[in-house]
């Protein structure tokens, strides 16, 4: 650019022979010359400053843009999750053992064979209705030599108590001893103990004929026949005793659940519970905790509580497999997460979230396992970005890139 400079006042430079008039005017075209010149090397120099200046911004912009991608490159995909909030209750379910509020075996109280049986299973009875008849020739004989000696006895007592009376009269005359009046008077009193002793050998004896009706003993359903005509029967003075029949009364179902530990204090008497049944999907019944056992079984670490179901119908079995839906109090603030979404560290459990493209471990405090998920009782809100199945080499402060949206919180519950 200097030489161009150079050129051009050479070029305008006068000659010597020229006259001053010529002079003047080449003087003036000189300076139009240079104050051309001079303008258009301020444009260059503006011109290049601009071109320089775009460039600089391009190469800034440009290595923004490779931070960014070298930065996208190192960063690990993850998937995230929304915790979910726990309601005002949560629900826990049992398996429990329906079984009869009434179910009991039914002997036979005296000996002897068996005449006839009046029901069969599935039959519906009512109380003292006779289930079946048993003949018992022995106590019959029995029964008759008892009422024999109590006739006896009786026949006794009456000479005791005619002699004792005429010994107190000999008495009041002074013809007999205060002896012999002693004597009919003692006499009286062991053959009145005899006869006593007739009377309730006969009762007794009565009471085991009036067994030979096996009666029922409550309202209920033969469940099982366990004999037929002509079978022995033994009462079970020195022998175990056979079931004749078994009966069970199913108005109401009683329903046995083992509680886990950690919920037992949730569960307390008058709560009011939905329990379904195997033999009845889609259905619900309400029932209702009436009593538990008090104490932790040491072995399954679990409390036993009852649960009554009413079944005026009879509709409902007994011995069948049943759920039961209790109805748990949350803590208050809580969350639940999937059980994939935490990491166990040396310090406690974590959860990693994601804040601004970047991974934070943040300690949880945990509260109920429900299996596939937990709660989490402080350090989650439902707001969080959680990451799902987060790996085990993930650090505090890792960048990472969210490839899935939340999923529904509601989803991810059991």
Not at 25 to 46: D, L, P, Y
């Amino acid at each position: 650019m200097s030489n161009t400079i150079i050129e051009s006042e050479r070029e305008v430079r006068p000659a010597p022979e020229r006259s001053r008039s010529s002079d003047s005017q080449s003087a003036v075209a000189n300076r139009g010359m240079r104050r051309k010149v001079i303008i258009g090397t301020i444009a260059g120099f503006a011109a290049l400053s601009a071109a320089v200046s775009v460039s600089i911004r391009s190469r800034v912009a440009n290595e923004a843009t490779w931070q960014r991608a070298a930065l996208d490159s190192i960063a690990a995909p993850v998937n995230i999750i929304h915790p979910a909030a726990v309601s005002a209750s949560d629900e826990l379910s049992l398996p429990g053992d329906a079984q009869a509020y009434r179910d009991t075996p039914v002997y036979a109280r005296t000996s002897g064979y068996l005449r006839s049986w009046k029901v069969d299973i599935g039959a519906h009875v009512k109380e003292n209705d006779v289930l079946a008849e048993i003949e018992t020739p022995e106590l019959d004989q029995q029964l008759d030599q008892a009422e024999a000696e109590l006739k006896n006895a009786q026949a006794n007592l009456e000479i005791a108590q005619l002699t004792a009376g005429r010994w107190e009269r000999l008495f009041k005359k002074d013809t007999v001893s205060q002896q012999e009046r002693d004597q009919a008077a003692s006499d009286l009193s062991a053959k009145q103990a005899l006869v006593n002793s007739s009377e309730a050998n006969v009762r007794r004896l009565k009471n085991l004929q009036a067994f030979e009706k096996v009666r029922a003993p409550f309202d209920g359903v033969i469940t099982a026949r366990n004999t037929d005509v002509g079978a022995l029967i033994q009462a079970g003075d020195n022998t175990a005793p056979k079931e004749l029949f078994h009966i069970v009364s199913a108005q109401v179902l009683r329903i046995y659940v083992s509680v886990p530990e950690i919920h037992a204090a949730s569960v307390k008497p008058d709560d009011l519970v939905q329990v379904s049944f195997a033999a009845f999907p889609g259905k619900e019944y309400q029932g209702k905790v009436v009593r538990d056992a008090g104490s932790i079984d040491s072995h399954s670490r679990t409390l036993n509580v009852e649960v009554d179901v009413e079944n005026p119908q009879g509709s409902l079995f007994s011995g069948g497999y049943s759920t039961v839906h209790f109805r748990l109090p949350a803590t208050a603030g809580s969350v639940t997460i999937p059980a994939n979404t935490l990491l166990f560290r040396a310090e406690g459990p974590r959860a990693a979230v994601v804040q601004n493209g970047k991974a934070h471990l943040i300690p949880v405090r945990i509260g109920h396992d429900y299996g596939n998920s937990v709660e989490v009782v402080a350090g989650l809100t439902a707001k969080d970005d959680v990451i799902i199945d987060p790996s085990d080499s993930l650090s505090d402060g890792d960048p990472v890139v969210v490839e899935a949206k939340p999923a529904d919180p509601a989803k991810t519950k059991t």
